[in-house]
C-alpha cells in the first residue's frame, strides 16, 4: 500500500483511540507490545504554519499497543525525486530497489485490468422528458471499460465518466496518453477545484489523433483536485464510432510517496532508482516486479510487453507473402516469396507450410505514364515540355502544352513520394514494417503483424497547379483531383480507410468502405493548394487474437491518377494559347480556349467557365433556369430574385431577406440510449453573387490549434452545410458543440417550379400540399463531396412556399419520413415556409370597391384578394374620391324627358293625320276623272291641285260628318252590281248632274 499523506487529523486520531481502547473479550488480558511489523508511519495533517506530526498506525487496532511516540515530521513541502521513496522510520529519502519504480511526488495508473482504486465510473443518461421520442432507456452498462493496458470509453449515447480526486500539497500535473480516431464522440478533459469549478476550460475540448498515443498534460493547482474524463457518443446514419482510449494516467504534486510501485508483468526495472519501467522485447516475458526478463522456451513466442509465452503455431499459407524486385539491367523482376514479420510461426511442426522458392523471373511492367526508361532500368520522370505514355518521351507539338499530374498503374516499386507502414490496432503505436506490397499490375495490403493491424499507404503532394487560377467568386474551388480504383476482397468485417491532411495537420476521414468491395473507382475533389497527404488505411478485422486468421483479406490498389500536380508529369498534350514568346498561358478571367483556332474567345452571356474533368482544360457551359453569369464568367448565381409566368400576368419573387445565410436545426433527434443533439442545417439561398456564405464548424476536433496553425476550427464552407450539435444545456457547456461538418450544396444548378432538374427530383408528396394557385419556387444545387453511395456527389433541393402569416426567416422543414432530411444520403430535401417566398405584390393581387354616392360624393375603396400571397413590392393604392348625382335629380330629368317625348309624339300623329287627308282627297280626284273618261265624259281640265282649288274643297265637303257617318255613306252609295256611286259634275256650271 502506498501513503500519500492526504488522510485527515480525524481518522489518525480515531485510529489511534482503537488502538488504546481495550475490546470488552479482552478485559483482563495484558496486550503485548507492537512489532514493527504489526504497525506503520502516517503523517498528521499539515497545521497553518506548515508542520505536521509523524504517528504510527496499527495495521490491525486494538491489538497490541506500546506504539511509538508521535515525533516532529518533516515539513509539508518537503518531497522526494522520482526513483525515490520516503523512508518513514528514517524520514529520509530512498531509491526504488529493482524491480520497482516511483514518480517521486506523484502516482501513476498503467494497469487497467479493472478500475483502479480511487477512481469513479459513472453514466448518465442526459434525455429530457419533453414528451419526444422513444422511452428513455438507462445507461448502466454504458461506462469507461478497462482492457489490460488502457481503458476504453462507452460508444453509445449516453455520458460516461471516469473521475478521480486528488488532494495536492504542492502545485503538479497530470499526464496521460490517449487515441481518439472518431469525431462522432465529444471527448472532453477538465479538473476543479474545491469550489467545483473549472481550472483550465481552454484545455477541455481533445483533439482527434491520426498517429497513435498523443501525449496530455494539465497543471494542477495546490489542494482539492476533480479530474474528469468525459465522453458522448452520438450516431450518425448508424455508423457506429471508435471508442476514446486512455492509459498512462500519472498525477505528480502529492505530499509523498511512502513505498514504490512494482513494475507490471511484461515490464522490468534493472537499476535501483527506476522513475518507470522498460517492456519486455519480443520472445522474453516477465513477471509481476522483474529486474529482468526471460527468454521464451523453445516452440514458443511472445509479443513486446507479454507476462508469458505462447506455444509457436504452425506455418500456413497465411503467414507468408509475395513482392516483385525492381527492375534489373535486362529489364527483369523476380517474384519473391517472404514470411511475414514479425514470425511467430514454426516450420518443423507436422503438417507446416513452406516457403515457396522465390527468384522466377518475369519482364518488368513498363513505365508508368508520364515516365520513361533513362541510360539505366529504372523509370525516370519526363522533363517539362513532354509526355509519354510509359514507353519514351515525347516533345509536345507548337501550340500545346503538357498536362501535370501524376498516374499509377504499374506497381513495380513503390513510388518515391509513397511510404508504407503498419500501425497497432492494440496500442496504435507504428511498427515500422511495410503494410502494402507491390505486385505489378496492383498493390495490396501484407499479411501484418496481427489481424487489427492498419495498413497504412500515404501519397504525399507538394502542391497543385490548375490550368486556370481559381477565382475567389468562383463557385467550383476545384484545384485538383483524385481518382483511384480499389478492390477489398474481405471474409469478415474489414475496413478501408480514405484520409486526407493538408499540410501536415491531422487526417481527415474522407470515406469508408466496409466488407468486401468489387472492383470500382472512387474521386475526391481537392480545394485547397497546399502540400496534400492521401493515406489509405486498410484493418481486417476490430477484434485482436492471437496468430494470423485473416491475411487472404486484402485491400488492392490498380491505380491512381492526380491532376494538376505541382511539378508532375503528363501523359499527354493539351490545345493551349499561345504567347509571342511561343510559351503559353493560361485564358484570362471569362475567357475559353477555342480548340479550332486555338485563341481565348470570351465566353457568351448565360455561361460559365468550367473545367473539364477529363484534361482540366475549362470550357463554356450554359447557366440553369433562374439563373445568371457573373462579370467574370466564372459562376452562374441567383441574384435573389425570380420571375415566374403564370396565365393573366407575371409574379416577381425576391429572397434578398433569405440570403444571407441562417442556421436552422431539424429539431431535436432521440437515439435509443436518449442523447439530445441536432442536426443543424446551415443555408444559403444565393449569396452574395455566387459566394458561398453558410458555414459549418468543428469546434471539437480542433479548437485547440496553436496560432498560426490556420483557423481556429476545421470550416466547411457551402450554400448548404450541415453539422451534428449538442447544444449547451444538455451537458452543461458553456457553448454547444459542434462536430462532423459537410457540404450538401457547392453549386447552384438552377432555380424553377419544376419538381424535377439535371437529374435531381424534389418529390412533392415528400411535404404537405401547398396552395393550388401559387407553386413552390425550388432550389437545386449540387456538391462535389463524392461518397461510396454517391458517385455524382450530393445534391439538394430547398422548396420555397410562400406563407405571408409567417414573416421573417420562417420554418425550415425536412420530409417527415427522413428525419435527417435524406432518405438515401445523396438527395437532401427541405420546405422554407415563410412570408419572405411570396411574390411581389401588384395591380393583380388587389381590386376595388365602390361605395355610396352619399352627398354628392362616391368614394372608391382597394382591398387585397384573399388570400393574400403576395409580400412587399407595389402597395394599396389610396382610397379615391369623386362627385356624383342624386336619385331626385335623375328622376326629374326622366321626367321631363318622357313629357318632351309625349308632345313630340302627339306632334307628329296631328302632322301625318294632315298629311292623310290630303292623300285622300287627292286619291277621290283620281278615281272621279278615270269614271269621267270611261262614260266620254269631258275631262277635267287638270289633275292636279291648283291654286283656288280649296274653295272646291271647301263646296265638296261642306257638308261635315263624323266618321260613322263616313262610312254610313259610303256603304250606301254602293251599287246592286258592286261598285261604288260616285257623284260628279260636268266641266260647265249648271248643277245637272248624272249619275251611272
Given at each position: 500500500m502506498t501513503g500519500t499523506g492526504t488522510g485527515a487529523m480525524d481518522r489518525i486520531v480515531m485510529m489511534l483511540c482503537l488502538a488504546v481502547t481495550v475490546s470488552p473479550g479482552l478485559t483482563g488480558e495484558r496486550l503485548h507490545v507492537c512489532k514493527e511489523s504489526e504497525y506503520h508511519y502516517e503523517y498528521t495533517a499539515c497545521d497553518s504554519s506548515g508542520s505536521r506530526w509523524r504517528v504510527a498506525v496499527p495495521h490491525t487496532p486494538g491489538l497490541c499497543t506500546g506504539l511509538p511516540d508521535p515525533v516532529r515530521g518533516t515539513e509539508c513541502s518537503f518531497s522526494c525525486k522520482a526513483g525515490e521513496f520516503l523512508d518513514m522510520k528514517a524520514q529520509a529519502c530512498r531509491p526504488c530497489a529493482e524491480g520497482t519504480y516511483s514518480l517521486g511526488t506523484g502516482v501513476r495508473f498503467d494497469e487497467w485490468d479493472e478500475v483502479p482504486h480511487g477512481f469513479a465510473n459513472v453514466a448518465t443518461n442526459l434525455e429530457v422528458d419533453d414528451g419526444f421520442g422513444d422511452a428513455v432507456e438507462n445507461c448502466t452498462g454504458s461506462r469507461w471499460?478497462?482492457?489490460?493496458?488502457?481503458?476504453?470509453?462507452?460508444?453509445?449515447?449516453?455520458?460516461?465518466?471516469?473521475?478521480?480526486?486528488?488532494?495536492?500539497?504542492?502545485?503538479?500535473?497530470?499526464?496521460?496518453?490517449?487515441?481518439?480516431?472518431?469525431?462522432?464522440?465529444?471527448?472532453?478533459?477538465?479538473?476543479?477545484n474545491?469550489?467545483?469549478?473549472?481550472?483550465?476550460?481552454?484545455?477541455?475540448?481533445?483533439?482527434?489523433?491520426?498517429?497513435?498515443?498523443?501525449?496530455?498534460?494539465?497543471?494542477?493547482?495546490?489542494?482539492?483536485?476533480?479530474?474528469?474524463?468525459?465522453?458522448?457518443?452520438?450516431s450518425i446514419w448508424a455508423k457506429v464510432p471508435k471508442p476514446v482510449l486512455v492509459r498512462n494516467i500519472g498525477i505528480t504534486g502529492v505530499a509523498y510517496t511512502s513505498e514504490c510501485f512494482p513494475c507490471k508483468p511484461g515490464t522490468f526495472a534493472p537499476a535501483a532508482g527506476s522513475s518507470a519501467c522498460q517492456l519486455c522485447p519480443a520472445d522474453t516475458f516477465s513477471s509481476k516486479g522483474a529486474t529482468a526478463c526471460q527468454p521464451c522456451e523453445p516452440g514458443t513466442y511472445a509479443e513486446p510487453g507479454s507476462a508469458s509465452c505462447r506455444p509457436r503455431p504452425p506455418c500456413t499459407d497465411k503467414d507468408y507473402f509475395y513482392t516483385h524486385t525492381a527492375c534489373d539491367a535486362h529489364g527483369e523482376t523476380q517474384l519473391m516469396f517472404k514470411w511475414a514479420e514479425p514470425k511467430i510461426c514454426s516450420e518443423e511442426l507436422p503438417?507446416?507450410?513452406?516457403?515457396?522458392?522465390?527468384?522466377?523471373?518475369?519482364?518488368?511492367?513498363?513505365?508508368?505514364?508520364?515516365?520513361?526508361?533513362?541510360?539505366?532500368?529504372?523509370?525516370?520522370?519526363?522533363?517539362?515540355?513532354?509526355?509519354?505514355?510509359?514507353?519514351?518521351?515525347?516533345?509536345?507539338?507548337?501550340?500545346?502544352?503538357?498536362?501535370?499530374?501524376l498516374e499509377y498503374k504499374w506497381w513495380n516499386v513503390l513510388p518515391p513520394n509513397m511510404e508504407t507502414t503498419v500501425l497497432s490496432g492494440i496500442n496504435f503505436e507504428y511498427k515500422g514494417m511495410p503494410g502494402w506490397e507491390v505486385a505489378g499490375d496492383y498493390i495490396y495490403t501484407g499479411a501484418g503483424a496481427s489481424d487489427n493491424d492498419f495498413m497504412i499507404l500515404t501519397l504525399v503532394v507538394p502542391g497543385f497547379s490548375p490550368p486556370s487560377p481559381v477565382l475567389e467568386d468562383a463557385e467550383s474551388k476545384e484545384v485538383a483531383r483524385i481518382s483511384?480504383?480499389?478492390?477489398?476482397?474481405?471474409?469478415?468485417?474489414?475496413?478501408?480507410?480514405?484520409?486526407?491532411?493538408?499540410?501536415?495537420?491531422?487526417?481527415?476521414?474522407?470515406?469508408?468502405?466496409?466488407?468486401?468491395?468489387?472492383?470500382?473507382?472512387?474521386?475526391?475533389?481537392?480545394?485547397?493548394?497546399?502540400?496534400?497527404?492521401?493515406?489509405?488505411?486498410?484493418?481486417?478485422?476490430?477484434?485482436?487474437?492471437?496468430?494470423?486468421?485473416?491475411?487472404?483479406?486484402?485491400?488492392?490498389?490498380?491505380?491512381?491518377?492526380?491532376?494538376?500536380?505541382?511539378g508532375?508529369?503528363?501523359?499527354?498534350?493539351?490545345?493551349?494559347?499561345?504567347?509571342?514568346?511561343?510559351?503559353?498561358?493560361?485564358?484570362?478571367?471569362?475567357?475559353?480556349?477555342?480548340?479550332?483556332?486555338?485563341?481565348?474567345?470570351?465566353?457568351?452571356?448565360?455561361?460559365?467557365?468550367?473545367?473539364?474533368?477529363?484534361?482540366?482544360?475549362?470550357?463554356?457551359?450554359?447557366?440553369?433556369?433562374?439563373?445568371?453569369?457573373?462579370?467574370?464568367?466564372?459562376?452562374?448565381?441567383?441574384?435573389?430574385?425570380?420571375?415566374?409566368?403564370?396565365?393573366?400576368?407575371?409574379?416577381?419573387?425576391?429572397?434578398?431577406?433569405?440570403?444571407?445565410?441562417?442556421?436552422?436545426?431539424?429539431?431535436?433527434?432521440?437515439?435509443?440510449?436518449?442523447?439530445?443533439?441536432?442536426?443543424?442545417?446551415?443555408?444559403?439561398?444565393?449569396?452574395?453573387?455566387?459566394?458561398?456564405?453558410?458555414?459549418?464548424?468543428?469546434?471539437?476536433?480542433?479548437?485547440?490549434?496553436?496560432?498560426?496553425?490556420?483557423?481556429?476550427?476545421?470550416?466547411?464552407?457551402?450554400?448548404v452545410c450541415q453539422a451534428i450539435v449538442v447544444p449547451p444545456d444538455v451537458m452543461g457547456y458553456k457553448v454547444a458543440v459542434s462536430s462532423q461538418p459537410v457540404s450538401l450544396a457547392d453549386r447552384l444548378l438552377g432555380v424553377t417550379t419544376s419538381a424535377t432538374l439535371d437529374g435531381i427530383t424534389s418529390p412533392p408528396e415528400l411535404f404537405p400540399p401547398g396552395h393550388p394557385t401559387l407553386p413552390d419556387i425550388i432550389f437545386f444545387y449540387r456538391s462535389n463531396d463524392v461518397t461510396q453511395p454517391c458517385s455524382g456527389g450530393r445534391a439538394t433541393a430547398i422548396r420555397l412556399r410562400c406563407d405571408p402569416l409567417r414573416p421573417g426567416p420562417g420554418t425550415l422543414s425536412v420530409p417527415s419520413k427522413c428525419p435527417e432530411g435524406t432518405c438515401d444520403g445523396c438527395t437532401f430535401h427541405f420546405l422554407w415556409v415563410t412570408g419572405e417566398a411570396c411574390p411581389r405584390c401588384s395591380a393583380s393581387h388587389y381590386r376595388p370597391i365602390l361605395g355610396a354616392c352619399l352627398g354628392g360624393t362616391q368614394r372608391t375603396t382597394y382591398v387585397w384578394r384573399e388570400p393574400r400571397l403576395c409580400r412587399g413590392g407595389?402597395?394599396?393604392?389610396?382610397?379615391?374620391?369623386?362627385?356624383?348625382?342624386?336619385?331626385?335629380?335623375?328622376?326629374?330629368?326622366?321626367?321631363?324627358?318622357?313629357?318632351?317625348?309625349?308632345?313630340?309624339?302627339?306632334?307628329?300623329?296631328?302632322?301625318?293625320?294632315?298629311k292623310n287627308q290630303k292623300l285622300e282627297y287627292k286619291y277621290s280626284k283620281l278615281v272621279m276623272n278615270a269614271a269621267a273618261k270611261e262614260s266620254e265624259l269631258p275631262g277635267a281640265d287638270s289633275c292636279a291641285i291648283m291654286e283656288g282649288e280649296d274653295a272646291e274643297d271647301d263646296l265638296l265637303f261642306a257638308t261635315k260628318k263624323s266618321l260613322f257617318g263616313k262610312i254610313k255613306a259610303l256603304t250606301a252609295k254602293r251599287t246592286a252590281d258592286g261598285f261604288d256611286s260616285v257623284p260628279l259634275k260636268t266641266s260647265s256650271s249648271s248643277s245637272a248632274g248624272m249619275e251611272l
Open positions: 471499460e478497462p482492457l489490460g493496458d488502457y481503458v476504453a470509453s462507452n460508444t453509445d449515447e449516453c455520458t460516461a465518466t471516469l473521475m478521480y480526486a486528488v488532494n495536492l500539497k504542492q502545485s503538479g500535473t497530470v499526464s496521460f496518453e490517449y487515441i481518439y480516431p472518431d469525431s462522432s464522440i465529444v471527448f472532453e478533459f477538465f479538473v476543479q474545491d469550489q467545483c469549478q473549472p481550472t483550465v476550460e481552454e484545455s477541455r475540448w481533445m483533439r482527434t489523433t491520426d498517429k497513435g498515443w498523443e501525449f496530455h498534460s494539465v497543471e494542477l493547482s495546490r489542494g482539492n483536485n476533480v479530474l474528469y474524463w468525459r465522453t458522448t457518443a452520438f503438417q507446416a507450410a513452406k516457403l515457396p522458392p522465390s527468384g522466377v523471373k518475369s519482364k518488368c511492367p513498363p513505365c508508368n505514364p508520364g515516365f520513361a526508361k533513362g541510360n539505366g532500368s529504372a523509370c525516370q520522370p519526363c522533363p517539362y515540355g513532354s509526355y509519354s505514355n510509359g514507353s519514351g518521351c515525347l516533345s509536345c507539338p507548337l501550340g500545346t502544352e503538357p498536362v501535370l499530374g483511384f480504383v480499389f478492390e477489398t476482397i474481405c471474409s469478415v468485417s474489414c475496413e478501408l480507410y480514405f484520409m486526407v491532411g493538408i499540410n501536415s495537420r491531422t487526417n481527415t476521414p474522407v470515406e469508408t468502405w466496409t466488407g468486401a468491395k468489387g472492383k470500382q473507382s472512387y474521386t475526391y475533389v481537392v480545394e485547397r493548394n497546399a502540400t496534400t497527404s492521401f493515406t489509405w488505411a486498410f484493418q481486417r478485422t476490430p477484434y485482436h487474437e492471437a496468430g494470423r486468421r485473416y491475411t487472404s483479406d486484402v485491400a488492392k490498389l490498380y491505380s491512381i491518377n492526380v491532376t494538376n500536380v505541382l508532375g508529369v503528363a501523359s499527354f498534350c493539351r490545345r493551349c494559347a499561345p504567347e509571342p514568346a511561343g510559351s503559353c498561358a493560361p485564358c484570362p478571367p471569362g475567357n475559353a480556349l477555342d480548340r479550332t483556332s486555338g485563341t481565348c474567345r470570351p465566353c457568351p452571356p448565360g455561361t460559365y467557365l468550367r473545367a473539364q474533368p477529363s484534361d482540366g482544360t475549362p470550357t463554356c457551359h450554359f447557366c440553369g433556369p433562374g439563373t445568371h453569369s457573373n462579370q467574370l464568367r466564372s459562376l452562374c448565381y441567383n441574384n435573389c430574385s425570380f420571375s415566374l409566368p403564370l396565365p393573366g400576368h407575371l409574379l416577381h419573387f425576391d429572397f434578398s431577406a433569405l440570403a444571407s445565410g441562417a442556421a436552422f436545426a431539424s429539431g431535436p433527434s432521440f437515439t435509443a440510449k436518449g442523447l439530445k443533439y441536432f442536426h443543424q442545417f446551415n443555408i444559403s439561398l444565393c449569396g452574395h453573387q455566387g459566394r458561398k456564405v453558410a458555414t459549418c464548424t468543428d469546434n471539437v476536433t480542433d479548437v485547440r490549434l496553436p496560432a498560426g496553425e490556420g483557423d481556429a476550427a476545421r470550416l466547411v464552407t457551402a450554400y407595389q402597395s394599396l393604392p389610396p382610397q379615391t374620391v369623386r362627385s356624383c348625382r342624386s336619385v331626385d335629380f335623375w328622376l326629374k330629368v326622366g321626367i321631363s324627358a318622357g313629357t318632351a317625348a309625349a308632345v313630340l309624339l302627339a306632334a307628329l300623329a296631328a302632322y301625318f293625320w294632315k
